[in-house]
């Protein structure tokens, strides 16, 4: 079994940023796709980005230009660097993985397409 371990979130006010953490120890972690999902009560998992296991990243609408998601394969973690936040970014975020190839990963944007999920990491964001 994967395990997906997520840090980083908290609570910032709107301008500010944060850096999500997931951790994947014990895993083949340079050969997989990943991601950031997150979600709102209510709402359906939304993917943030994904990158693929060159380090060809993809971005959501929403987030290009204020996120940056990157991963060290070293030390097996995944990162969202995030700028710019406001109130709209708040929501539980999740990390995915997939093992897959460059192609399957670019178009990789459905939660259904992942296998593991890490549990989230709150982010809060007030005005």
Same mark, same amino acid.
């Given at each position: +079994?994967?395990?997906?371990?997520e ?14 953490s ?17 979600? #709102? ?16 990243t ?18 097996? #973690? ?14 539980? &975020?999740?990390?995915? #993985? ?13 939660e259904?397409? &992942?296998?593991?999920?890490? +549990?989230? #990491? +709150? ?5």
């Amino acid at each position: +079994q994967v395990q997906l371990v997520e840090s980083g979130g908290g609570s910032v006010q709107a301008g500010g940023s944060l850096r999500l953490s997931c951790a994947a120890p014990g895993y083949t972690f340079n050969i997989h796709c990943m991601a950031w999902f997150r979600q #709102t009560p209510g709402k359906e998992r939304e993917r943030v980005a994904n990158i693929d296991s060159d380090g060809r990243t993809q971005y959501a609408d929403s987030v290009k230009g204020r996120f940056t998601i990157s991963r060290d394969n070293a030390k097996k #973690t995944l990162y969202l660097e995030m700028n710019s936040l406001s109130p709209e970014d708040t929501a539980m &975020y999740y990390c995915a #993985t997939v093992p897959s190839t460059p192609e399957y990963c670019a178009m990789a944007y459905n939660e259904g397409q &992942y296998r593991y999920w890490g +549990q989230g #990491t +709150q982010v809060t964001v007030s005005s």
